[in-house]
């Protein structure tokens, strides 16, 4: 089957949101040097700056050491590279100026959408959309909404466990006990796609599939975190999303779709004004002479 709209938004968003959210989650000072290679290094900031968050969440530790590993790999292959003099080799010159021209390439459009006062999206052009397409909206598999803590101990999980068995507030036991608040307290709002919903926590991907509403799941040791999850609604195959757990999705396609627009226009306006220029040459090209 297909994925339907949603699921293509979702997609979008998550892939965005995961580039978009490498913040380091550890206090320590972060000008520290983890690593060297010959006179390379490797500082705390920077990998932390370039390991995604949700890794940073499960197991700090393991995702800076993965992280180390993976650099001092690149490294010391890259310096082998320079010694053996490949950076002066035609095909890897030519490789490295295509590399350059790709980057260049992209800084161009994203500073012409960046001066561009016309890439937004109202509100009601959402709404709009989304009554126009509805069909598109139909859910191709079941959507999941639920509560994922995550902790530093286990006696933290089972406190925040009991919390909510008591009827303590989502928002007092991820105060309390979440060792991501802020991820913890979005990611309870919004729906997801059950396939997708935590594929980064195996263990509890497999309770969330057969737990009933508000049910609590059993507290997994994931890497050095203690996690569990809180089913809080679940929406079946077929089904439309409410609008209001859609229409930010909506806006952010959309404001995709503006972009390649956007973007098409400029590129059409920069090859008809090479063209006006005559800037570009094409010789018949004859095969024979192959």
Same mark, same amino acid.
């Given at each position: 089957m297909l994925l339907n709209a949603y699921k293509i938004v979702f997609f979008v968003v998550m892939i965005t949101g995961l580039l978009l959210s490498c913040k380091p989650v550890i206090?320590?000072?972060? /000008?520290?040097?983890?690593?060297?290679?010959? &006179?390379?290094? *490797?500082?705390?900031?920077? @990998?932390?700056?370039?390991?995604?968050?949700?890794?940073?969440?499960?197991?700090?530790? $393991?995702?800076?050491?993965?992280?180390?590993?993976?650099? #001092?790999?690149?490294?010391?292959?890259?310096?082998?590279?320079?010694?053996?003099?490949?950076?002066?080799?035609? @095909?890897?010159?030519? $490789?490295?100026?295509?590399?350059?021209? &790709?980057?260049?390439?992209?800084?161009?459009?994203?500073?012409?959408?960046?001066?561009?006062? /016309? #890439?937004?999206?109202?509100?009601?052009?959402?709404? @709009?959309?989304?009554?126009?397409?509805?069909?598109?909206? $139909?859910? /191709?598999?079941?959507?999941?909404?639920?509560?994922?803590?995550?902790?530093?101990?286990?006696? &933290?999980?089972?406190?925040?466990?009991?919390? *909510? *068995?008591?009827?303590?507030?989502? /928002?007092?036991?991820?105060?309390?006990?979440?060792?991501? $608040?802020?991820?913890?307290?979005?990611? @309870?709002?919004?729906?997801?796609p059950l396939s997708l919903s935590l594929q980064n926590a195996p263990p509890l991907d497999q309770f969330i599939r057969r737990m009933g509403i508000n049910e609590i799941s059993p507290i997994q040791r994931i890497g050095t975190r203690y996690q569990f999850v809180q089913l809080i609604e679940r929406k079946s195959e077929g089904e439309l999303p409410d609008l209001t757990w859609v229409l930010d999705q909506v806006e952010d396609w959309l404001l995709l779709d503006k972009k390649r627009r956007l973007v098409t226009s400029y590129e059409q306006q920069i090859i008809r004004r090479a063209q006006a220029n005559k800037e570009i040459h094409l010789p018949d090209i004859n095969l024979t002479k192959q």
């Amino acid at each position: 089957m297909l994925l339907n709209a949603y699921k293509i938004v979702f997609f979008v968003v998550m892939i965005t949101g995961l580039l978009l959210s490498c913040k380091p989650v550890i206090t320590e000072t972060t /000008d520290e040097v983890i690593a060297r290679v010959g &006179d390379t290094r *490797l500082y705390l900031n920077e @990998a932390l700056y370039q390991i995604p968050s949700i890794l940073l969440e499960q197991d700090s530790l $393991k995702a800076l050491e993965n992280f180390r590993n993976n650099w #001092i790999r690149r490294e010391l292959l890259h310096q082998e590279a320079i010694r053996l003099g490949l950076e002066n080799n035609p @095909a890897v010159e030519s $490789k490295i100026n295509a590399s350059k021209k &790709d980057i260049l390439t992209q800084s161009l459009l994203d500073h012409m959408i960046s001066q561009s006062r /016309d #890439i937004q999206v109202t509100r009601q052009e959402a709404v @709009a959309y989304y009554e126009t397409h509805k069909e598109q909206f $139909k859910l /191709d598999e079941p959507h999941v909404r639920f509560r994922h803590l995550i902790a530093a101990s286990m006696e &933290d999980a089972e406190n925040a466990r009991q919390d *909510l *068995l008591r009827g303590i507030s989502w /928002d007092n036991v991820v105060e309390r006990y979440a060792v991501n $608040k802020q991820n913890a307290l979005r990611d @309870a709002t919004v729906f997801h796609p059950l396939s997708l919903s935590l594929q980064n926590a195996p263990p509890l991907d497999q309770f969330i599939r057969r737990m009933g509403i508000n049910e609590i799941s059993p507290i997994q040791r994931i890497g050095t975190r203690y996690q569990f999850v809180q089913l809080i609604e679940r929406k079946s195959e077929g089904e439309l999303p409410d609008l209001t757990w859609v229409l930010d999705q909506v806006e952010d396609w959309l404001l995709l779709d503006k972009k390649r627009r956007l973007v098409t226009s400029y590129e059409q306006q920069i090859i008809r004004r090479a063209q006006a220029n005559k800037e570009i040459h094409l010789p018949d090209i004859n095969l024979t002479k192959q």
